[in-house]
């Protein structure tokens, strides 16, 4: 069955080739598709389109296949075309002409944005309760690990003290910054675009304001052209919201991965979270993270993709845009996956406690030896040449007194005002 039917077939190549994965993937919309068409059948209700009892009809048989998406029993065959024919069809199929009247002042195109609309806010919801998880966490561990130093690198050579109170804040209060993409995304998710059709509107009186407010959008998109060309922009947003978060748990799984190996050993979990090899025994690989660190460096190309795609396009549909729903769908069930593993492994970290006592670390002290001679009157250029030429003869005597306390630094670690950013 197909929405557009006129009493002829197409090829079945062409059928293979427009229809792709549609079928899979509107299985994960479909739950959305029903609340949409509920909202628009009580819609046409309130405009007189449908007499009451059609419209009690409607709605009844919609919460009905709404049960089957619950339990998993609903299908989308092959014989239909995507989750929108195949709805209908049940609807006409237990309703006689009531269920035809569904479609009734919409078009695919609205349906397929209502629906994805609605799939991103709750998607982007979960995300960032996910993402508060982590941030919590990484918190506690800073608080806990607060006075554990570790050396800190640039361009992977020894270069300052740091702590892992340090270390993992840095990681918090980067989601933060992730988290105000999310609320973007979230915020273009959030206006209703039912009722635009095809993109130009109807001539039937449609109450859009009563179907904003039925399915919980705050605010419609008014302009029905600007509706039709928020498909892919809002994946975009969406995509943009899910790439920061990846580029922070890449990089955190790649520190991990450095910091776990024997050469680092700063780090270590239990042997449950880490894999070995089927010929050295001895190894236990850090395949979760590694994963991790696979994962989302491919979801920060997603942006880019949808860009490619929808860069270009003229205003009103395209079925280019079709291609768009195949990347941010499972994008968003992979750093869910994401989020949830590095979550679950970061709560069985083991940190090493006297990393520094290793002699190899102590130039990680040369510049607090230097701010002692510049704080004691000398110079600093001259107290940084005496520090270079005493690391030079090999006579330089760390001084491991840290006295760091400025915002944000070793001894100020600022973890309250963290939080308060995260909660505001």
């Known amino acids: 069955m197909k929405l557009w039917d006129k009493g002829y077939s197409t090829d079945k190549k062409i059928d293979h080739f427009t229809v ?10 479909a739950k959305y598709d029903i609340i949409a068409s509920i909202a628009h059948a009580q819609m046409l209700g309130k405009i007189g389109i449908l007499t009451s009892d059609e419209t009690n009809l409607l709605v009844k048989e919609l919460e009905n296949v709404a049960l089957e998406v619950k339990d998993g029993t609903f299908k989308i065959e092959d014989s239909f075309e995507d989750v929108h024919s195949k709805i209908e069809f049940l609807l006409t199929e237990k309703l006689g002409d009531t269920g035809k009247k569904i479609h009734t002042a919409r078009s695919r195109n609205d349906q397929v944005l209502v ?8 998607e982007l919801s979960i995300i960032k309760s996910q993402t508060i998880e982590l941030f919590d966490l990484l918190l506690e561990l800073a608080e806990k690990h607060k006075e554990v130093l570790l050396p800190g690198y640039t ?25 105000y993409f999310i609320n973007a995304a979230y915020k273009i998710s959030d206006q209703n675009p039912l ?10 009186p449609l109450d859009r304001t009563f179907t904003t407010a039925q399915m919980g959008f705050s605010d419609l998109k008014y302009n029905v052209v600007a509706a039709q060309m928020g498909r892919g922009k809002v994946e975009k947003a969406t995509a943009y919201g899910i790439s920061g978060i990846a580029g922070t748990l890449g990089k955190l799984a790649m520190d991990i991965c450095l910091y776990m190996s024997q050469n680092f050993n700063f780090i270590s979990f239990p042997d449950a979270l880490t894999t070995g090899s089927s010929i050295m025994p001895h190894k236990k690989n850090p395949d979760v993270f590694e994963l991790i660190r696979a994962k989302c460096n491919s979801l920060q190309a997603i942006p880019n993709q949808i860009t490619l795609i929808t860069t270009n396009l003229p205003s009103g549909y395209h079925r280019d845009l079709q291609m768009v729903k195949a990347l941010i769908i499972p994008s968003i069930q992979e750093i869910k996956a994401c989020l949830e593993m590095m979550t679950f492994s970061l709560r069985d970290i083991n940190v090493n406690t006297d990393i520094l006592d290793d002699p190899r670390y102590d130039y990680l002290f040369s510049v607090e030896t230097l701010n002692q001679l510049v704080l004691g009157g000398m110079p600093f250029r001259d107290a940084y040449k005496q520090m270079g030429k005493e690391i030079e003869e090999g006579s330089f005597k760390p001084q491991k007194d840290l006295t760091h306390s400025h915002e944000g630094s070793i001894g100020n670690l600022c973890l309250d005002k963290i939080k308060a950013k995260m909660n505001s």
């Open 20 to 29: 792709g994965n549609d079928r899979e993937l509107d299985l994960v919309l």
């Open 115 to 122: 629906a994805m609309q609605l799939y991103l806010k709750e």
């Open 155 to 179: 361009h992977l050579q020894i270069a300052m003290p740091s702590s892992f109170g340090l270390w993992f804040s840095a990681y918090a209060e980067s989601l933060i910054d992730d988290l």
């Open 195 to 204: 009722g635009s059709a095809a993109g130009y509107g109807s001539s039937f």
